[in-house]
């Protein structure tokens, strides 16, 4: 934290002057300066101009950031210097002088003080900004005061020989105000992810205690990208020193949990992080039908769900899942309707019973209607195999109990389109309910999406996923749901998406991206650096600045997912029998494969899976025990006499009418 | 020291403007100039070309000489001076006052780059005081500005009361204001540099400067050729990077130096003074003749060294070294 604004010494030496011509006049937005040729100035540069002249008593104190250089001597054509170098460019050696040469250099202004009345840049000196200056000039002054004191520092800016933290306001980062980030930049450099995995940890170590709690939520979607949140990796001494300028800890997040659902065998986790040594925060996250019937939107598109099998839908999530289910045309029976086969079976039922009437609707459904919609439903639990059950077994993640400082990452990365799209749906809309209610476990959720490009293409037919995520950017702050996202190219994104971000982030960018309009407001220098920024290296636009600022972040101390991906090699696929001791393993590590295998015996596949699941759900003391409960008891074999019976008495032949 | 350069300001300085306003003031009879172009534009070089046969002090008859030794760098700094004059008003009866502003730099060179070893600006009035009335001159005293009496002249003979001669006398006054600032900052290099200084014009204005060894002319016009005859053809046949014989350059009232012509530029397809200068160094003692050759053939080599970069746009790039051109741009800066 930075004490108030001082004035800066005077013994320090100017690197530059004001300069404004009638073609280059200064404006009260941009200011020209000039610079010796070994100055440490580059674009990107923050600087401090003091004026000469006071006004309203005061002398002007301009804040700005190089966005344009210009380098030129007084040579009017280039063919007086070929005449000078008599054609031959070898003969530079000849010229015993330099050219004179200047180094011009455009500014644009990031605050004046006084700020009333806003006047055109003056003449004046120009000062290299110290860490005080930036602090002025990004009025993180404002923030960074004591009894505010809600800066997140997102990285360091470096100028010759300044290095300033540069701090973001919680509030206008997590919310009330603005909320939102977004980070765009090409792939392959492992900017976006690291630079989001930098402020997660640096949000949970400055976020201000006195706005609450808050958590994270990370939908990992490519790769091993996010999955070895918890494992520390390498820093060199220079992003130690990084982490230390911003006073948070060189080490990986103390407090993760995975969830990933299993595989379509059903058994095995499908997620790159399922190594048996990592396995201790690693749950299955998996729902049933009534989870997956509250988003049957999500999976079904508009071709599929008309209104009247919307209709339907309705009638069977709100009088048929979950209910003591009844109809006189199905006779006597009556019908619980928790699973996939549950449904199934109702369905069946329906249907044969509207055959043997010969009846075309049923409760104003038609019968195409029920057969369609039968149809759709019951092909979900094997589109989304892994995730949806059939028996109804939900594992979710701890929705009422979030963990403050906590990272939640749910691994989808491996996961059909529409199995993603409903976990996205299902997840956050949990959260929005839960948030409302105030009954979440936390304050604040910080929701990561990756490949925004994917989710909220700012063309192609509108999803449910697409009107999840503008929901979330335009009204979650308002809740303490905030959403971080990233994309590759910003332009492709719904614009109400990077719109409502109050800060974005970015890394290196494509030259085509940065033709397009959005990036019309940055000067041709600022792109042509865009377009170079190394690893590591960030453009930042926050609320509080007024132009986009450079800054370095540390490389995140964690295990990088391809560095975890070789180290913590995936598991091979096994047989149930060993991913039932894989997973309870992970409550009681004495678990022997004989053990399980004496346990389940012959028993179904299902019934082992069934019974696997609600051990791993409940978490028992007693692990053998509880799982052996699951079991259905196995009737010990008996030998079983044969009561004596009475020969048939025959009946006489010469009197068959006898007896 | 050099022949009139100018400062061709698209606007009159600053301090004419509020010079002129003074004046207005102190002289409400006074008919005021709005933007003039400077004198120096106007006013012709009275100067009648001449030739004038010069002692050869190397050899016996002055001939071409070739330099043999490739360029080498030597000067460590460069000497010029500007001047500009503007009428600020006319008296009744067309008298002008003139406002002159003369400026002299030297710019040291250090890691090839140029920096500003001293400078000097100032700025006076230049009146009649024989044609105007005492009060008059009170009152252009009254303005802070030093005036100088441009009445006081060598040439007895002007008519001292057209105007245009007024101006005429106003800027030789000017041009000698000039000369004294451009020697008065050579001889500040002389007495404390040995460093060798490119001085643009003639060194034999002072006697300290012509003798000193670290002074070097380079005179750019040639309005009095020191060759005859065949002399003058050799002068005006040298090739590229050829030199004339020392000569000695005496006059009554100047300083004697030695001096020879060099040419820095192939004159093929040029008029015949195509990149010929003029170099004028310390003359050595008496009898010392194969010395004075080498020590013209070294400083001629130190100049070749400066023909590059070219000083375009200047329209004299054939014989200006850049370094003198940088001096101008400096002074064109501050004046």
Redesign the interface.
Known sequence: MIDSPLPSEESEAPLGRVVATERKPNTPHEFHFWTALDSPVGIGTIVRVEGAQPVNGQIPTIYGIVVEGFSYTDLQTPIHDMLGHDGTPGGGSLGATQRAEIRLYTAAVLRQLPEEPLQPVPMGRVFLADNNDVAVALRMDGYLREGANTGIPIGVYRAGGTDAPIYLDADFLIGPEAAHLNITGVSGLATKTSAIEWILSSIFTHFPSQKGSVAAVCFNVKGPDLCFLDQPGPVDEADAALYEKCGVPVKPFENVQYFAPYKSDGFSLNTLRSNDALLHNVSSLTWGLREVLQYAEVLLNKDDVDAKADALIDFIRERVVDRDFGDPMLGNKRYLVRSFADLEQWFRDVLSAMEGKNGESWRTHHVATIRKVRNRLSNISTRCAGLVTDDGAVSDLPFGSFQDRTVYVIDVASLEEDAQDLIFARVVTRLREHLEKRDLGVNHVVVFVDELNKYAPNDGPETYVRKMLLDLAERGRYLGLVLFSAQQFRSQVHRRVVGNSGTALYGRMDADELATPGYAVLSPAVKTKLATLEKGQLMVRHPHFTQPIFVRFPRPAILRGRDGAERYPQAVDIDLEAAVVRSLRTLDPTITLGWVQEAVGIREEDEIIRARNATVRERPVDVRKFFLSQLRPVVAAQTVTRPATAAVRSAPADDPYGF | MSAVPIILSSAPHASFSSIARVLAGLLPESQPVDGGAPLELSAANTQPPRLISATVIEGGTLRARRVFEP?A?G?AAFLDGTQQSLVACYLPGGIPIVYGTVGAVIRD?RN???FTWRHAVEHRLYAPRANVSPSIWRSLSETGIVVHDTSETDTPDVATEHPHALRELAVHRVQKDREIAERSLALEWCSREERPLLIDGGTSGADQVARAACAIGVIKSHRTLYASGEALTAVLGLGYAERSSVFLVTSPKRASVASWYLRIRDPRGHDPMWGLIRVEVAPPAAGIDADVGRRADVVSRWIL??????S??DGRWDKMV??V??CE?FLRAVM
């Open positions: 360029p760098v000067f060179r090839q780059r140029l060294a400066e023909i590059a970069p070219v375009l746009p850049y370094g051109r940088d741009e």
